[in-house]
């Protein structure tokens, strides 16, 4: 039997948003610089140097374990140039270190809501996560939608498709251009499949990369980055950091006024 008070403190949807950070532009573009990255925790020794480093000169960042009332606060809560929104998940019950996802940028935005997941993972019986934030355009008046996903991992399909419904209501009233970002634990292939029909019934296309050929994941790829309404300049993998059980992901777009 569990015990109560061993569990994390969950949070619920009618938790706010946690801002940190300050954002140094009016608007985003004509390019965009993105990083993607599930950081575990933000708990290996090299992790603030290479975090550092990897978003000096990204004007968008979409981070999944992402934790706060820890070590790395200040990368966020001092940073004079991004913009922060965090949404929780859970606190733990020791540390009180509050999980979930974080999404930087060098534009406020406009909007900011978050769903969490229909369903817990089993045992911690902590949610998943959706953050969505909208972000004003240079040049124009479309806007541009950004969602930073961490899919439920642990859960039959049926439990991991009503993730995706939350993903299809976000995406639906939105016309414009699209980021869709994160770790989607696309861990068989029927997950993937299941997420992919999602982005291909909302218009967007797969931002392919080359990736390294052996993975801890069961063997499978889980983090991808999905867009709609901009140019593709460049997306990569990079296998080379240590400092997570995840290979960031580099990503450069164009939007081209219409």
């Known amino acids: 039997m569990i015990r109560r008070h061993l569990l994390p403190h969950c949070y619920t949807a009618d938790d706010e948003l946690q801002q940190l950070g300050t954002a140094v532009q009016p608007v985003l573009g004509p390019f965009i610089r993105c990083l993607v990255w599930n950081i575990l925790k933000a708990k290996r020794p090299s992790w603030s140097v290479d975090f550092q480093a990897l978003i000096a000169d990204r004007d968008l960042a979409l981070l999944q374990e992402a934790v706060f009332n820890a070590p790395s606060d200040a990368l966020f809560t001092e940073n004079e140039r991004l913009g922060w929104i965090m949404a929780r998940s859970f606190?733990?019950?020791?540390?009180?270190?509050e999980h979930g996802v974080k999404t930087g940028c060098v534009v406020t935005p406009l909007e900011q809501h978050f769903y969490l997941s229909p369903h817990s993972e089993p045992v911690s019986q902590t949610q998943k996560l959706l953050?969505?934030?909208?972000y004003p355009l240079e040049g124009e008046d479309e806007c541009l939608l950004v969602l930073n996903m961490h899919a439920i991992n642990f859960v039959s399909v049926h439990k991991y498709v009503e993730q995706l419904d939350q993903l299809r209501v976000a995406l639906q009233p939105h016309s414009g251009p699209v980021i869709l970002a994160g770790d989607f634990n696309t861990w068989n292939p029927s997950r993937l499949s299941l997420f992919q029909e999602v982005a291909a019934n909302a218009g967007l296309t797969e931002a392919v990369m080359?990736?390294?050929s052996r993975l801890a994941h069961l063997n499978q790829h889980l983090d991808h980055v999905f867009y709609r309404g901009l140019e593709l300049h460049s997306v990569e993998s990079l296998k080379n950091y240590n400092s997570s059980d995840h290979a960031p992901i580099t990503a450069t777009f164009e939007r081209i006024p219409r």
């Open 91 to 97: 606190r733990h019950p020791r540390t009180h270190v």
């Open 131 to 134: 953050l969505t934030t909208l």
């Open 210 to 212: 080359q990736r390294q």
